[in-house]
């Protein structure tokens, strides 16, 4: 046994909204599970070699989380090519900036992001002469 995290949920009150979300701005397949209110997320095709996991998009069982709140969940990242081209995606697409961009010195750019229901994501673009 690894320990390894192996899959994610979002929650969301308007699963299909918040599918079309993410579909829309990472280009994720996501596709209903017959006879529930779940979605299945693959983050890269079938048989990818690239690191990461897959999950899955659930019906919240409570109130959205409060906007400016404390995070009350693992926050997932996704590595993207450029945070800048993504972080204007993903508010073209209705989500809002959690806290900007900023550099991991010597490694990378990372900002930080609300879905359409409030769920806090990372994104986080490889670059060594960040800072």
């Not at 993410?22 to 983050?43: A, C, H, P, Q, R």
């Not at 693992?74 to 806290?99: H, L, N, R």
Request: proline residues 5%.
């Amino acid at each position: 046994m690894s320990n390894r995290i192996i899959h994610f949920e979002i929650q969301a009150a308007d699963t299909a909204k918040v599918a079309e979300f993410y579909k829309s701005v990472f280009g994720w397949e996501i596709n209903k599970v017959e006879n529930m209110d779940y979605w299945l997320v693959m983050t890269a095709p079938e048989g990818s070699t690239e690191p990461g996991i897959n999950g899955g998009i659930t019906l919240r069982n409570g109130p959205m989380p409060q906007e400016g709140g404390a995070v009350n969940a693992f926050v997932c990242t996704i590595s993207v090519p450029s945070v800048d081209e993504f972080g204007k995606k993903i508010e073209a697409a209705g989500g809002k900036v959690q806290m900007p961009k900023m550099p991991i010195t010597g490694m990378a750019w990372i900002a930080y992001y609300t879905d359409i229901e409030g769920n806090s994501f990372g994104i986080y673009e490889d670059d060594k002469n960040a800072k």
